[in-house]
């Protein structure tokens, strides 16, 4: 919205989100800062070679029916003025592989597999549009960050 509030496009199915402390934080952090490094050596690109920070790391929990509306990680409001920019990568962990539905989703329809423990890095751009469909059983876990 443009007075920079935040409306859920899925209200009530939306996922709960979370920054909590927990013992493997650290640990995930590393496996995100690997992951983003080996993305970037793997582009090559001469105009892309590095970023300048990133968040810390999200947790998201997704109950029975819970879901992530299609969006973007064109997000603005992880900036407060000392941090400023926009988040060019995003760094997306499955934590669990014991639930059904909660497909990662990107461009429209195209399912993109997912198993525990693995990391999908991917341009944080308006060209990258993605969801979660609704979980169906179980609980699925995951976490975010993003980097500038």
Same mark, same amino acid.
Request: negative net charge.
């Given at each position: 919205?443009? !007075?920079?509030?935040? *409306?859920?496009?899925?209200?009530?199915?939306?996922?709960?989100?979370? $920054?909590?402390?927990?013992?493997t934080?650290?640990?995930?952090? &590393?496996?995100? +800062?690997?992951? %983003? %490094?080996? $993305?970037?050596?793997d582009?090559?690109?001469?105009?892309?070679?590095?970023?300048?920070?990133? *968040?810390?790391?999200?947790?998201?929990?997704?109950?029975?029916?819970?879901?992530? @509306?299609?969006?973007?990680?064109?997000?603005?409001?992880?900036?407060?003025?000392?941090?400023?920019? /926009?988040?060019?990568?995003? @760094?997306?962990?499955?934590?669990?592989? !014991? %639930?059904?539905?909660g &497909? #990662?989703?990107?461009f429209? !329809?195209?399912? /993109?597999? =997912?198993?525990?423990?693995? /990391?999908?890095? =991917?341009?944080?751009? =308006?060209? #990258?549009?993605?969801?979660?469909?609704?979980? *169906?059983?179980?609980?699925? %876990?995951s #976490?975010? @960050? +993003? @980097? +500038?």
């Amino acid at each position: 919205m443009s !007075d920079g509030s935040y *409306t859920t496009r899925s209200g009530e199915k939306e996922l709960d989100i979370g $920054y909590s402390q927990t013992s493997t934080r650290d640990l995930i952090m &590393e496996k995100i +800062w690997k992951a %983003y %490094y080996s $993305y970037i050596q793997d582009l090559n690109f001469s105009w892309f070679n590095s970023w300048q920070g990133f *968040t810390e790391v999200r947790f998201n929990r997704y109950k029975e029916t819970r879901l992530m @509306a299609e969006h973007c990680d064109h997000i603005h409001s992880l900036f407060d003025g000392q941090r400023k920019g /926009i988040p060019v990568m995003t @760094a997306l962990g499955l934590l669990n592989d !014991d %639930y059904k539905g909660g &497909e #990662f989703v990107m461009f429209g !329809d195209t399912v /993109i597999p =997912f198993k525990a423990g693995e /990391i999908k890095i =991917f341009p944080s751009c =308006f060209l #990258f549009p993605h969801r979660i469909d609704p979980v *169906t059983e179980g609980t699925r %876990y995951s #976490f975010v @960050a +993003w @980097a +500038w």
